[in-house]
Nanobody, 127 residues
Framework: QVQVTESGGDLVQAGGSLRLSCVAS????????MAWFRQAPGKEREFVAV????????FYSSSVRGRFAITRDNGKSTAYLQMNNLQPEDAAIYYC????????????????????WGQGTQVIVSS
């Protein structure tokens, strides 16, 4: 089973930037979408971004579109989330999800057809 490890969370001032990393190990990522989700205290987990295995297709939640960018390096089995112009409402624990082989991006974005989840990395944004 694929194991997922996120890193890069930190304390940042509003307007600042962070790049999160998600390393997947122990299995093949061929034809697997990868996605980022987040969960703020007292709130449900929400979708942030998803990327196709090829890296050529991406989709974002409306709350982050234009500020965040998801990319992946299959040679390093890693997905990234570049977060710019961070705002206090972006503060959350960010989780990476690896889809099952052949999963549709939409299904992974809806937290279905997910093979593995990471433990999360915390992002704190000070105003």
């Amino acid at each position: 089973q694929v194991q997922v490890t996120e890193s890069g969370g930190d304390l940042v001032q509003a307007g600042g930037s962070l790049r999160l990393s998600c390393v997947a190990s122990g299995g093949s990522l061929r034809n697997t979408p990868m996605a980022w989700f987040r969960q703020a205290p007292g709130k449900e987990r929400e979708f942030v971004a998803v990327i196709h295995y090829s890296g050529e297709a991406t989709f974002y939640s409306s709350s982050v579109r234009g500020r965040f960018a998801i990319t992946r390096d299959n040679g390093k089995s890693t997905a990234y989330l570049q977060m710019n112009n961070l705002q206090p409402e972006d503060a959350a624990i960010y989780y990476c999800a690896v889809g099952n082989p052949g999963a549709a991006m939409r299904d992974v974005a809806e937290a279905r057809d997910v093979a593995s989840w990471g433990q999360g990395t915390q992002v704190i944004v000070s105003s």
